[in-house]
């Protein structure tokens, strides 16, 4: 079996940020403030290792459904982050895109998002995938939605082009902090034949030493593609893959 290189695409379910303030005696909001740091350092060190694609999960279409006051945390500390992180972003030549359902943001948000992406879409050192108001089950009715508003025939093919991560491969390794071992409505169409790690650090915690463990366990897997092992020594896609 030869090893795998490291991955291209890593994405990663970022759990465990009210946990990690609660045990620190700290409201829920100050675990999310950490967990934007713990984002910063874990795409300057998916950089460093050369992946060219993080995809992260920021907040799902069932997040609304929290206390109205977290949720409002949430947003702010959103619009928050983003004005004070592009400029460091754009320089580092991260490309910045978000993924998910635009009806429900704020204007504040939106506005946000759209400058956040027009001023780094040039960049092409990583990608950095935000999913912000993201379902997998969203994601597949409204790239249906919009292969039918086409005309498009129902194919896996032509779905996987109207789906909202469209512009890259899909991920080789998706990681899930704090200890659940779900995938609560992240990647369903994309993750297909994603390896998966599950870490029990809560996602503030989550260091480039726990990253270099999860891509170590991946570069160890077998990944198949449905074929048999010698058949595919199976580094390549599988048939209708993008
Ligand atoms: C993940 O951390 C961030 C969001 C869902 C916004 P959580 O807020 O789910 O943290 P736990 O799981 O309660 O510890
Ligand atoms: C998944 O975490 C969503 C994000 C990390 C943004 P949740 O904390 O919402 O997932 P569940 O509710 O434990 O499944
Ligand atoms: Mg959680």
Same mark, same amino acid.
């Given at each position: 079996m030869t090893k795998?290189?490291?991955? !291209? !695409?890593?994405?990663?379910?970022?759990?465990?940020?009210?946990?990690?303030?609660?045990?620190?005696? +700290?409201? =829920? +909001?100050?675990? !999310?403030?950490?967990?934007?740091?713990? /984002?910063?350092?874990?795409?300057?060190?998916?950089?460093? =290792?050369?992946?060219?694609? /993080?995809?992260?999960?920021?907040?799902?279409?069932e997040n609304w459904q929290r206390p109205q006051e977290e949720v409002s945390g949430l947003m702010d500390l959103f619009a928050l982050a983003l004005g004070r992180e592009v400029s460091q972003l754009k320089a580092d030549g991260v490309q910045l895109r978000f993924i998910g359902e635009r009806q429900g943001l704020s204007t504040r948000v939106l506005k946000g998002i759209e400058q956040a992406e027009a001023s780094t879409a040039d960049n092409r050192k990583l990608v950095l995938n935000?999913?912000?108001?993201?379902?997998?089950?969203?994601?597949?009715?409204?790239?249906?939605?919009?292969?039918?508003?086409q005309g498009l025939a129902m194919t896996e093919q032509n779905l996987s082009q109207m789906m909202a991560l469209a512009h890259v491969p899909d991920p080789d390794l998706v990681i899930r902090t704090g200890g659940e071992q779900r995938i609560s409505n992240f990647l369903l169409w994309q993750s297909a034949y994603s390896e998966f790690f599950f870490s029990d650090k809560l996602w503030p915690d989550f260091d480039e030493v726990a990253l270099d463990q999860a891509i170590e366990a991946y570069t160890f897997r077998e990944r198949r593609f449905g074929k048999v092992a010698d058949q595919s020594d199976a580094a390549s896609s599988p048939v209708g893959a993008n």
């Amino acid at each position: 079996m030869t090893k795998q290189s490291t991955p !291209h !695409h890593v994405a990663i379910v970022m759990d465990g940020n009210g946990r990690w303030a609660s045990r620190r005696f +700290l409201p =829920r +909001l100050a675990g !999310h403030k950490q967990g934007v740091d713990s /984002l910063k350092r874990c795409a300057r060190a998916c950089d460093a =290792r050369g992946i060219k694609v /993080l995809t992260v999960f920021a907040f799902s279409s069932e997040n609304w459904q929290r206390p109205q006051e977290e949720v409002s945390g949430l947003m702010d500390l959103f619009a928050l982050a983003l004005g004070r992180e592009v400029s460091q972003l754009k320089a580092d030549g991260v490309q910045l895109r978000f993924i998910g359902e635009r009806q429900g943001l704020s204007t504040r948000v939106l506005k946000g998002i759209e400058q956040a992406e027009a001023s780094t879409a040039d960049n092409r050192k990583l990608v950095l995938n935000v999913c912000f108001n993201y379902g997998g089950r969203w994601d597949i009715v409204q790239a249906a939605e919009r292969a039918a508003a086409q005309g498009l025939a129902m194919t896996e093919q032509n779905l996987s082009q109207m789906m909202a991560l469209a512009h890259v491969p899909d991920p080789d390794l998706v990681i899930r902090t704090g200890g659940e071992q779900r995938i609560s409505n992240f990647l369903l169409w994309q993750s297909a034949y994603s390896e998966f790690f599950f870490s029990d650090k809560l996602w503030p915690d989550f260091d480039e030493v726990a990253l270099d463990q999860a891509i170590e366990a991946y570069t160890f897997r077998e990944r198949r593609f449905g074929k048999v092992a010698d058949q595919s020594d199976a580094a390549s896609s599988p048939v209708g893959a993008n």
